[in-house]
């Protein structure tokens, strides 16, 4: 059974920066994403990685300031240049293939709460 949970939200000024992890047990080799939900809206992607880090995707609205990266059971997700539009809670999830859709995704994390203030 995959287990993940993230760490590293938290309240952050805009213009600021912020590093989410997730720690993964109970793996075998699995492509894994960050999605952020705001509230009132769907579940939203942001980045995902395949399992050996050939393949990287990206949002249009996070691309160039947010980094994902993996090492071994860690998945790491660089945030800077924050804004308030990014207020949200961030989930990492891991499926068989690097998509950006989350029914693609068979586990998720319990979340992580990002504020970012103007």
């Known amino acids: 059974q995959v287990h993940l949970v993230e760490s590293g939200g938290g309240l952050v000024q805009a213009g600021g920066s912020l590093r989410l992890s997730c720690a993964a047990s109970g793996f075998t080799p699995y492509s894994m994403a960050w999605f952020r939900q705001r509230p009132g809206r769907e579940r939203e992607f942001i980045a995902a990685t395949s399992w050996n880090g050939a393949i990287i995707r990206y949002s249009d609205s996070v691309k160039g300031r947010f980094t994902i990266a993996r090492d071994n059971l860690i998945l790491s997700l660089q945030m800077n240049n924050l804004k308030p539009v990014d207020t949200a809670f961030y989930y990492c999830?891991?499926?068989?293939?690097?998509?950006?859709?989350?029914?693609?995704?068979?586990?998720w994390g319990q979340g992580t709460q990002v504020t970012v203030s103007s």
């Open positions: 999830a891991a499926g068989v293939t690097p998509a950006q859709t989350s029914g693609a995704y068979d586990y």
